[in-house]
């Protein structure tokens, strides 16, 4: 009897063991890498960075209020937030090449644009000016009818949490929006939680229709997320934002499985351009970065005009601060 309890007390132990060394932290940039871990726990830890060099050009007057950004077909689209009902294509020295305008359809705040193989999606779900909005929208457009008469579908959605539809204060509710990306069958959203400063995960279909966003997870940003880029290739989530003082960072997702953002790798970096009310973001290769700031006046700080930034993470571990 003594003896088949040490054989389970071994095999117990052996399990233990083997069980701890298949998770942990599996990138090799965190600080607690983690070489023998074979599933990753979501439990890295990073340096402290911050981004100081970046190429600026300043951006028309006519997207003084630029506030989504995407890139294809070699060419940057980028919109207002709330003035016309026009997408803008910029070359890659941010000139405007190509004014667009989206017939049948309103803006009452587009804060974010991204996009498929196939369709552009364009959220009309910006929420922070009463916090009551019952006419959240997503616009879906055929990129192939795009410069003849763009073909528009339209999602709409709210959030099964929110239950109190009387007006509220600017820049005070948590179902506020300005990010979200296309996956190959989901889009998933990013709020801008004004009180709690965090970004909620939800998830809705790519197909017409009035959905009920699906709560998936709280983030823990320790800011205002006001964009997103999604890099299938490398598994990536990059989302931009500032905090209430207007210090802008990026906020990366990496190695995420389905839908368990919890387990996934998340690392904040600071980017240096203070003032910069940073409204959109993207990468096609998860190295070099754009990113588009409205334009921004206050009598005390002066004016930052509307810009396209380019910053690179290619040196990010030389560049590592503690």
């Not at 009387?166 to 979200?180: R, Y």
Request: aromatic letters at 12%.
């Amino acid at each position: 009897m003594r003896f088949q309890l040490l054989i389970i007390l071994f095999c117990w132990i052996t399990f233990q063991n083997t069980t701890s060394a298949q998770s942990g932290c599996t990138d090799t940039l965190a600080k607690n890498y983690d070489s023998n871990a074979i599933e990753n726990d979501g439990s890295c830890i990073y340096k402290k960075l911050k981004i100081k060099e970046f190429t600026s050009i300043i951006l028309s007057d006519t997207l003084n209020e630029t506030s989504g950004l995407v890139e294809w077909d070699d060419h940057f689209y980028t919109h207002n937030d709330d003035t016309d009902l026009h997408l803008y294509q910029l070359d890659k020295k941010g000139s405007v090449t190509q004014k667009i305008k989206l017939n049948g359809i309103k803006n009452k705040d587009w804060e974010e644009i991204t996009q498929d193989k196939t369709h552009f999606y364009l959220g009309d779900f910006g929420n922070n000016s009463k916090g009551n909005r019952t006419d959240l929208t997503i616009y879906k457009i055929a990129k192939d009818s795009l410069f003849d008469n763009p073909n528009i579908e339209i999602i709409t959605f709210s959030y099964p949490e929110q239950t109190d539809f009387s007006k509220q204060k600017s820049n005070t509710t948590n179902f506020d929006c300005e990010a979200f990306i296309a996956t190959e069958n989901e889009l998933f959203l990013f709020t801008k939680q004004w009180t709690k400063n965090q970004t909620a995960v939800y998830r809705l279909p790519k197909e017409p229709g009035n959905y009920q966003a699906e709560y998936l997870t709280t983030l823990q940003v320790n800011g205002l997320i006001t964009g997103a880029n999604y890099l299938a290739s490398k598994n990536l989530i990059s989302l931009c934002g500032y905090s209430k003082k207007l210090n802008p960072f990026l906020f990366l997702i990496s190695d995420w499985k389905n839908t368990n953002f919890d387990k996934a790798n998340k690392r904040k970096i600071k980017l240096s351009l203070p003032f910069h009310q940073i409204e959109a973001i993207s990468t096609t290769n998860g190295t070099d970065y754009f990113i588009t700031n409205e334009r921004f006046s206050r009598k005390v700080i002066g004016t930052v005009e509307q810009q396209l930034h380019l910053f690179t993470l290619e040196n990010i571990k030389e560049d590592a601060e503690m």
